[in-house]
């Protein structure tokens, strides 16, 4: 036997070696659905790029602004920005591993609830906007560019699914951003879902394909700057585009003509056009001159006139639907210019000013529990003002970015506010039947933010069932799969460093999958004063619950150097963008 093996050196090589390569590709090298983080780049090649039909960047602007105006992104050195994350350490001890074998678990839970959603999707609906996941049909909702194969190019990098992140690449680089039956597209929502997943997946996979559908996507959203005012309307009509025709509003949302600051500056970034930044920071200098002129000064109405500027006549402010995302890009504005224009920190600094003092609001609780809530502030033509003690989920975003203008800016009692906000809509999930929050919602507030007395009266009812105690209404009793409450825990714990956040992720995680689980993916639920096992599912999956709540899930229980948010700025539509 020895002289045989003498006699054979090269062979046992040969063999060895090709033992070693097997060991490597298939025992090494994870396979499909492994959770392995960054997905090997295909080179351009191996994508079809399709030119969309029309070229929006020939389009001939009505009202240009000179080439001499443009306004350029800021220049200079980087100001020293401030930690945002926490100095995690890692944990050796035998309680340190367990606990990291527990986030694994738990990972690995929410990775199979994406898959399941996306293989759903990619079975019953591929490339159609939306998955219906009751009845398993395609739906289009936003022009039918695929809103959630575009929505999740960058879930399926993070979450290292290769195959399929390969596969809805090049869907994207086919897609015709002028082959629509639509004759106007919603602008805000295709800036974050579309160009910002675009750009985000670019950021993470260097795929060259992304950035050029990016600029054509930009290129067409551009277009809705061609106004007399320089500002974007609400609905962008490609026709009265094409002609120069567009008209800003005069009665729009904040939130969806101000929040697109991150996806052109970005685009700017990478391209280096400075139409792109001229563009948003006419906006934010718009805002600038008017933040003391609004009967709520340092906070501007939920309805914006941005064809006459005149403000002072709307009575409603928020940090909920219709405005939110314009202060949450403050602070990330201020994170992803690197600190060289100091106008954000100005229109974050008397922005929350004002919402600390008028807006938060500490409910009255049997437990007493130490929490704020945004509500809902009107102020009456003589000067009054009223609160309107309604929790949204929508606004649950409002934690987090107190979280991140606390640490950015050096305002350490912005954390611990941001800190009982979000506690506030973790303790709404926790004291629903369904473990889950509603949309609206209602509560007695405290005559301050200081501890108030519980008076326990007569139990509201929402269908015929009775609410638990503290609340007053639920209003609006559906979840739709919204993101913004764990949003604001990721962003509590990646700050805080405390290992209770993921421990409400959790809850919350369960809650919800039991809630809203179909035979296909996971469904928006009608109403969650009911037990979680009895809720009736309305057959709709938007594109956030891939883009935003399952990556957020995702997120919290990964190691925290995955997407830190000291390198990254995630968009409202929780896209991350590297920072420069």
């Known amino acids: 036997m020895a002289t045989l093996l003498r006699r054979r050196p090269a062979r046992l090589v040969v063999v060895a070696f090709s033992v070693l390569i097997f060991y490597a590709l298939f025992i090494l090298i994870p396979g499909r659905d492994k959770a392995v983080g960054p997905v090997e780049p295909k080179s351009a090649s191996q994508y079809e790029y399709v030119r969309s039909s029309f070229d929006w960047s020939t389009v001939i602007e009505t009202h240009p602004v000179p080439a001499s105006e443009l306004r350029s992104l800021p220049k200079g050195a980087s100001k020293n920005i401030p930690a945002v994350q926490h100095q995690f350490r890692v944990d050796k001890t035998s309680a340190g591993k367990a606990r990291l074998q527990v986030l694994a678990d738990r990972r690995k839970h929410v990775r199979n ?3 399941r959603s996306w293989k759903s999707y990619r079975t019953h609906a591929w490339l159609s906007d939306e998955l219906t996941p009751v009845s398993g049909l395609g739906k289009d909702t936003f022009g039918g560019w695929a809103a959630t194969l575009v929505d999740s190019l960058d879930s399926l990098w993070i979450m290292g699914l290769q195959d399929d992140f390969h596969d809805a ?21 295709t800036t974050i879902r ?3 997943g675009l750009l985000s997946a670019y950021d993470l996979s260097h795929e060259p394909v992304l950035l050029r559908k990016a600029i054509e996507l930009g290129d067409l959203l ?14 962008l009509d490609f026709e009265l585009a094409k002609a120069g025709k567009l008209q800003a509003g005069t009665h729009d949302p904040s939130a969806s003509t101000t929040s697109s600051a991150l996806e052109f500056t970005r685009l700017a970034q990478l391209t280096g ?13 718009v805002l600038d001159e008017t933040q003391n002129a609004t009967r709520l000064p340092g906070m501007w109405p939920t309805f914006l006139d941005l064809q006459n500027f005149v403000f002072e006549r709307e009575e409603g402010f928020t940090l909920g639907a219709l405005a939110d995302s314009m202060y949450e890009m403050f602070p990330k504005m201020h994170l992803l210019l690197s600190g060289c224009e100091p106008l954000y920190e100005k229109l974050y600094r008397g922005a929350m000013e004002t919402t600390i003092a008028h807006v938060l609001f500490r409910p009255k609780l049997p437990d007493r529990a130490d929490i704020l809530v945004p509500g809902n502030v009107w102020v009456r033509d003589d000067g009054r003002i009223d609160l309107q003690p309604e929790a949204q989920h929508l606004a649950c975003f409002v934690g987090g970015m107190l979280g991140l203008g606390g640490k950015l800016f050096l305002l350490p009692d912005h954390v611990d506010i941001g800190e009982k906000v979000t506690r506030g809509c973790v303790w709404a999930y926790d004291a629903m039947p369904a473990g889950v929050m509603p949309e609206i919602c209602g509560f007695e507030p405290c005559p301050a933010k200081e501890a108030c007395l519980w008076e326990k009266g007569t139990l509201s009812e929402e269908r015929g069932q009775p609410l638990p105690e503290g609340f007053t209404n639920a209003r609006d009793p559906r979840y739709i799969l919204r993101p913004e409450a764990i949003e604001s825990v990721f962003y509590m714990y990646r700050i805080t460093g405390k290992s209770e956040y993921q421990d409400m992720a959790w809850r919350m995680f369960q809650s919800i999958t039991k809630a809203t689980e179909t035979g296909l993916a996971f469904s928006a639920i009608a109403d969650v004063t009911v037990d979680g096992a ?3 599912k309305i057959d709709s999956m938007e594109s956030f619950w891939l883009s935003e709540t399952l990556k957020y899930f995702y997120l919290i229980f990964s190691p925290p150097d995955l997407l830190s948010l000291d390198e990254y700025v995630f968009n409202t539509e929780a896209h991350p963008f590297r920072r420069p």
């Open 194 to 196: 579309h160009l910002g």
């Open 113 to 115: 609830a994406f898959v």
């Open 273 to 285: 056009e400075s139409k792109y930044y001229d563009a948003i920071d006419r906006i934010a200098r």
């Open 222 to 235: 551009y277009t809705a700057f061609d106004t007399p005012t320089r500002m974007p309307p609400l609905w």
């Open 169 to 189: 690449v090049a869907a994207a680089a086919r897609i015709d951003w002028s082959d629509t039956k639509e004759t106007a597209c919603n602008w805000f929502e």
């Open 534 to 536: 009895d809720t009736e």
